[in-house]
């Protein structure tokens, strides 16, 4: 993944050089100058659910860039001070008003390449009724067979998809960690 470098510290403004910091690190960090403060750079997190009403599952068009139009799972950035489950829970309100009972982690997938670990949880719907906010074109209920996998956004919903379907079908639900290469 190519990175856009830090430039200037954060806590001075003063220009950073990329070295290893004085403190034993095994690998090259920005450091400040002036300062010396040291700036690491860590993954961002996308939290989310897998909406479920009986045999169905809830997605969400998209009405933001990236993937305009498509169709995704509600989820987002996680936010500081919030839980993994409270930011999954506030993105599902957010994209589609649903209202649910949250469950048990699902899925954390790996997408080193894009700097990301996105995280979904089960979320049983209380009512196949929704509200989508501005971020979401529509949300719709859809059965196994009617999802439109060729329009799926991204693929870390595919495949948490792809293993909910295939442990809902076994009848009996799992704990997934995947890399997405």
């Known amino acids: 993944m190519l990175r856009t470098p830090i430039k200037h510290c954060k806590n001075c403004g003063a220009a950073v050089l990329y070295r290893l910091p004085d403190d034993d690190d095994t690998k090259e960090r920005a450091v400040c100058t002036v300062c010396h403060t040291i700036h690491y750079e860590n993954p961002l997190n996308v939290v989310g659910t897998v909406p479920y009403w009986g045999n169905k599952i809830l997605l969400c068009k998209r009405n933001i860039e990236p993937r305009f139009g ?92 792809e293993h909910y379907f295939a442990d809902r079908r076994a009848g009996q639900f799992s704990f997934h960690a995947i890399d997405i290469v």
């Open 70 to 161: 498509k169709w995704t799972l509600p989820a987002g950035f996680m936010e500081l001070f919030e839980t993994l489950a409270e930011g999954a829970a506030r993105e599902t309100l957010e994209e589609a008003g649903a209202q649910f009972e949250m469950e048990d982690i699902f899925s954390i997938l790996n997408v080193a390449r894009v700097g990301q670990v996105h995280m979904f949880y089960l979320a049983r719907l209380l009512s196949d009724t929704f509200s989508p906010g501005f971020e979401t074109i529509e949300a719709r209920l859809f059965a196994e067979e009617e999802i439109p996998w060729d329009e799926i956004a991204f693929r870390t919903v595919k495949a948490t998809l």
